[in-house]
Each structure stands twice: as C-alpha cells, then as structure tokens.
C-alpha cells in the first residue's frame, strides 16, 4: 500500500496484516483495503480519492476539542482538559434532559447516573458511557441448555413452543437448575421455510415467531426429524385464524399500549415482514424503490396493507408477551439466573435488521475467519458487521439497544464470538479480494455491556474460544464478562487435561456446546465418522481422528473416572470445576449420541432439526435430570429450596 492508503486503513482500523495457524504473515492487499474502506463508507476506490478522504478525516480529528467517547463512571464528577478552548456547549442526559456548559480550556462535568450521555461542544458530539467499572461475579450456580426447537418428540409432533419451554423450565427450576439457555431466538425469515439456522438472524432486535404456541390446539407431524417447511406453513394458517379472531374480538388494550411504547423501529420491522411475504425474504431481491425503509414506495405499500403490517406487530406482541411468561416462571420458581439466551455475532445482510436499521453496518462485506486447517479457503458466515465508525457516530445505541432486548428476558446472557469486541474478520461478499481484520472500540463496547447489565440485573458470558487477540480475556476479566471454558478443549496437550481447581473462576463451564458432538458422540467418535461419511474427511484423515479421538478420551476418563457412556462422572467434573457457572447439556443428559450442529454443513447434516427423546412436561421429573441435579447438589451448586 502507498503512505496515504496505509495512514488511511490505519486510522479506519484496518489491520496491516495477521498470522496465520501456520505462523505465516498474512499482509493486507491494496485491494481488500479499498473494499473494506468503502464497507466503511469511506471513500478510497483512486488514491485521489483516498487522500481527500484522509485529509477530511484528519480535519475532523484536528478539530474536535474532545475524543469521540469517555468512558466515565457514575456518580464521580470529572475533569477533563480539552485539546483546545471552547466557548461551550451542552450536556444531554439519556433522559433528554439538557446542561449547558461553561467555556474554557477544562471541561468539569458533574457526577452523572447510569447510561449514555452525549456532549455536544461547537458541532462536535462526544458520547459518553457513564458505566460501572466492572460486573460482579455471579454467585455460584448450575442450568440446563436445551434446544427450544427440539422440546416435542417424535410422538407430538411439530416443533418446540415457548409452552413447551414454560414446561420445560418450570420442571428444571423445581430440579434445581438456576437457569435455561437457548441457542439465539431472535427474528428469522417466516417466509423461507427453509431458513432456520438461530445463528443467521434476520434482525437480532425482535423474536423469533416460529415458537408462538398456539392457543388450545399443538401442530402434529411426528417424525424423528423436524419438517420445517410443512410445519411452519401450518402454523402460519394457524396464527391468521388467531389474529382475526383477535380482531373480532376487539383487540386487546395491552396490545395497543405495547405497540406504541415500540414505535416506529416495530412499525419499520413489520413492514418488513409483510414486503417479504410478498416479495420474497431477503430485501436484495425486490424491487429496488422497496429496498429502503424510508422510501416513498415503502410509506405507500404500508399504507396499502395496514392489515398485514398489524399482523406482524401483533405476532411480535405475541412472542415477547410467551418469552416473558416464561422468565416469570422462571423467576417465581426460584431459579438464579432464569433464561439464559444467546446473542448471535451478526444479522443477515439482507434481512429485516440491515434494511429498517441499516446505519449501523458494514455493506458489502460479511464476517468471516481466515484460513487455518479446518477451512483452507476461509470461512464467510453471511453475517453483516456493525461499522465501527458509525456505531460511534449513533453513540453506540444499536449496540446497546440490540443487548437492552434480549435483557428484557434474560438473567444470562451470552455474547457469540466476543473476540469480535477486539477484531472482526471482514471478507468482501464477492470475494474477488481476501480478508482482513479490522479494529473494534473494544473499550466502549464494553462499557455498553456493563451498562446495559447494571440496569437489568444480570451476568454476560463472553464467548471467547478460538484464535483469542493477547490481551482480550484479562479486559473481559476486569469487566466482569465471563468467560466460557469447554472441558473437551481444556488440554495443556493431547489427553491432558486441565484439572477442575484450574479452571478460571470468572467463566461459565460446560462439557460441550451445540456445535461439538455430545458426550456418547464425543466418546465414540460420532463427530469424525460423520465427517467421514459425507466426504469431510478422507480414509487416512477419518482413521487418524478415531485414533486421536481415543486418545483424549482415555485422559479424559483418567482424570474424571468415566467409564463408558454414563454421563454421571463426567458431570460430577464439571459440578466440581472452580468456575462459578457451569452448564449441563440436555443432550449428554438423556445419553442421545447425535450433535445438534456440524459447523460448516448445510444440507449434508440434519443441522438444528433433531427432536428430544422426552417431552418437556417430563423432563423436571425425568430419572436422568433428577441423577445430575443430585450430582449438582453433592458438588454443592444447589440452591436453597429445590426439590
């Protein structure tokens, strides 16, 4: 790169290169530094164009009397000398409530509560993140991750409801668990039928309608695989019937009140529902004067069918309105911590998110990983990445109200990939340019979870395995995030395995995840016979994994004292690892041996479709809960109270 496209991604935060597992050095292209840039919104397509962006930037920068953000803590006044003497300006609380500012050369602000605050000094605003300086560590506890999607078995039929996950919950909480997690439940695509990955949402703001329970009456359609496509069709004939009856009815005044505390980002996202039924899901594909929210076409199509745009805002009442009785159940049952949801790393680039809220991403680019030896050619996720530099401009707010809407409901929250807090992977969409990593305000990100968490009361678990940047876990530390530590990866060395007093306290513990095989898969080496079965791994490849394979679990039964597919030693390790947290798979619980996701298959695995062999109103008195709880309890992880 030429000295003004180096100073140019240097300031955007393009990283100038990165090593690879091989240890080789990977430099950043003049081609991927010009795309990312113009993911960014930054021109660099010519280096003329380049220097006139840098120039303006440094203009900008020059200028300013203060950083974009201050991270400040509440209650506790501050000074802070500016780079040059203003004639004042104003403070404005989150409230709306409005300071002026004195003139000088040192700007002294007052304590200030909770929240994000702005300044606003001779055109320049700066945020500030009025945060605690950490989290605190949870108390000690136990909970159950299960799929939501999973909660009928073959005899019932359909797929799991936010009933079954009341039924589910209720009956864990009087077992003793502390909490329930949940792959991400977040909005999908109701008119793909085939698009039900959690991971690829189509707006992480608003829920997930396909677990609406219906009332008095439950979809069939056994089987020992979920058929996606006839059972959300009918659903969907359900939820119609539903809704006229609704409006025959009356309505409901909750209804009213809820839709207009959501305001126009609900008005924007049913709008969007309702385009893509007739349409198609993805916005990329419509005509292009429907391709903006704001676009006169847009006001005159929602106008037109203002019924079909209600009946989607009444389908997200109806989902938040069953999410929440279920944190209440959850709450009234004793439970710590209640539900423990997920929070997916990305939005799809072309789903409800980046067309009603698209000021806030990266265009053109996905998130992705470089190569390394399980994807040679790298991996693109088809997730749409925040832009750094525009979250700063909107004062971090979609970030912090992306965390504000799953903590309505969750006690537990856990953050996907959180080494995106530290540097994202981004790969150009078509590819004809590789990868690069870029910058993220790590410190201000933070902040906005220690925001977000103070107000609701709750723990975050940062998800921080794989390729983890020097420095990231001990800032996630010092923040109170939690880390995540999975026992099948704790290995100083092959088979050797980290001890249960060596775990790290501030960390949610688990035996697997759902992208890994189960405990029976794990142990007879399910996952690497899969991957040999579909064409993953060749002859040699498969043979070396089983081999490897027995060789961690002989050092996993040493240490442990497993034997077999009994879950119970393996569960009595993690109930006796120093973690605070520690997380219980209902899969390893029940012996099923097949995992619920293979990462980097689509059709050649039955991802996310599996059926639980017991049905939820069981599960709370189900012999093989009631043996782990047990264990829980003798590991000295039980609360008070429970059963």
Known sequence: MNDVLVALADLAGIHFDYWDQNGTQVPTSDGTARRLLAAMGLS???????????????????????????????????????????????????????????????????????????????????????????????????????????LRTEAEGGFGDYADLARATEGLARAGADFVGLNPVHAGFPSDPNAFSPYSPSHRRRFNTMHIALEGARLNGGGALIDYPDTRLRLRVRLEDEFTAFEAAGGDPAFEAWRA??????????????????????????????????????????????????????????????????????????????LYLDLAVGTHPHGAETWSEGAGFATGVSLGAPPDAFSPDGQVWALAPFNPHALARMHFRPFAETLRRQLRYAGLLRIDHVLGFERAFWVPDDRAEPGAYVAMPRDALLAVVRIEATRAGATVVGEDLGNIPDGLQAELAASGVLGCRVAMFEQYHHGNFRRPEEYTEAALASFGTHDLPTWVGWRRGRDVEVRHEIGILSDEDFHNGLDWRAGEVRGFDALSGAEGDDPDPMHRFIGGVRSRLVALQLEDILGLTEQANLPGTVDTHPNWRRRLTVPAEELGGHPAVRRAAEIMSDTGRNRVGSE
């Open 44 to 150: 660099a397509e010519t280096d003329d164009a380049a220097r006139e962006t840098l120039d303006r930037l440094l203009a900008e920068a020059a200028r300013r009397a203060l950083p974009r953000w201050l991270i400040l803590e509440p209650g506790h006044p501050s000074h802070h000398p500016l780079a040059r003497p203003t004639d004042g300006g104003k403070l404005v609380l989150e409230d709306g409530t409005e300071m002026p500012l004195a003139a000088g050369a040192v700007l002294d602000l007052p304590a200030l509560p909770l929240g994000i605050h702005r300044l606003e000094l001779e055109g320049d605003a700066t945020t500030l993140l009025v945060a605690p300086p950490s989290l605190p560590l949870p108390e000690p506890g136990w909970g159950v991750t299960l799929p939501l999607y999973g």
């Open 261 to 338: 505390a959501e305001g126009a980002s609900l008005e924007r996202f049913a709008t969007y529902q309702a385009l893509a039924d007739r349409h198609g899901p993805y916005w990329l594909d419509w005509p292009e004067p429907l391709q903006h929210h704001g676009a006169p076409a847009v006001t005159e199509f929602r106008a037109e069918n203002a019924r079909a745009v209600l009946f989607h805002t009444w389908l997200q009442w109806r989902s938040e309105t069953q999410l929440g009785h279920v944190a209440q159940i959850a709450r009234e049952a004793g439970m710590r911590y209640g």
